[in-house]
T-cell receptor, first 110, second 114 residues
Framework: RKEVEQDPGPFNVPEGATVAFNCTYS??????FFWYRQDCRKEPKLLMS???SGNEDGRFTAQLNRASQYISLLIRDSKLSDSATYLC???????????FGAGTILRVKS | ETGVTQTPRHLVMGMTNKKSLKCEQH?????MYWYKQSAKKPLELMFV???????ENNSVPSRFSPECPNSSHLFLHLHTLQPEDSALYLC?????????????FGEGSRLTVL
């Protein structure tokens, strides 16, 4: 079983739609959780951290369920510019080793 | 100037060649990383350096040899590679600490092994 699993998609949605991505992780000792975004032929960049209480950044909402070892990302009012691959990332225990999921592809169409 | 720069951006090499990838960070970070990204696979952590000391070697074959002369520079020396080593090699940096979460990536070096 992969340590971080994501639905690869692609998710094809119209502009203005709400879309949700899920991610599960297998290591219960994981300490921190993140969503990164990677545009086509570009490097990954941090989109947002995921906190236990859930957090929101504009149109983006991240949720964490430690009991189910599950992370989600909700994007409201999708824009064409949201088209990218979204990477679920987990940090193991303490330190600086981050484990990446394979990513979920989002395509927003007009 | 971008925070993390990698050279070359593209590299084609034969299986008997020796080449090196270079990474430089201008962010004042104290940890640097090499990741491998193959098509439809997750990023694979290869090496981690903290304060110039290697702290992680993720079972990487010896044909990949990292070098970290100082906190700002990281190299990946390549020799006798295989075609399956063709991939995007990403360098990243961060601040070392218990809450490390944000990695700053370079644009990557796309390697093709013939």
């Amino acid at each position: 079983r992969k340590e971080v699993e994501q639905d690869p998609g692609p998710f094809n949605v119209p502009e203005g739609a709400t879309v949700a991505f899920n991610c599960t992780y297998s290591n219960s000792a994981s300490q921190s959780f993140f969503w990164y975004r990677q545009d086509c032929r570009k490097e990954p960049k941090l989109l947002m951290s995921v906190y236990s209480s859930g957090n929101e950044d504009g149109r983006f909402t991240a949720q964490l369920n430690r009991a189910s070892q599950y992370i989600s990302l909700l994007i409201r009012d999708s824009k064409l510019s949201d088209s990218a691959t979204y990477l679920c990332v987990v940090r193991r225990e303490y330190g600086n080793k981050l484990v990446f999921g394979a990513g979920t592809i989002l395509r927003v169409k007009s | 100037e971008t925070g993390v720069t990698q050279t070359p951006r593209h590299l084609v090499m034969g299986m008997t060649n020796k080449k090196s990838l270079k990474c430089e960070q201008h962010l004042g970070h104290n940890a640097m990383y090499w990741y491998k990204q193959s098509a439809k696979k997750p990023l694979e952590l290869m090496f981690v350096y903290n304060f110039k000391e290697q702290t992680e070697n993720n079972s990487v074959p010896s044909r990949f040899s990292p070098e970290c002369p100082n906190s700002s520079h990281l190299f990946l020396h390549l020799h006798t590679l295989q075609p399956e080593d063709s991939a995007l090699y990403l360098c990243a940096s961060s601040q070392r600490g218990p809450n490390t979460g944000e990695l700053f990536f370079g644009e990557g070096s796309r390697l093709t092994v013939l």
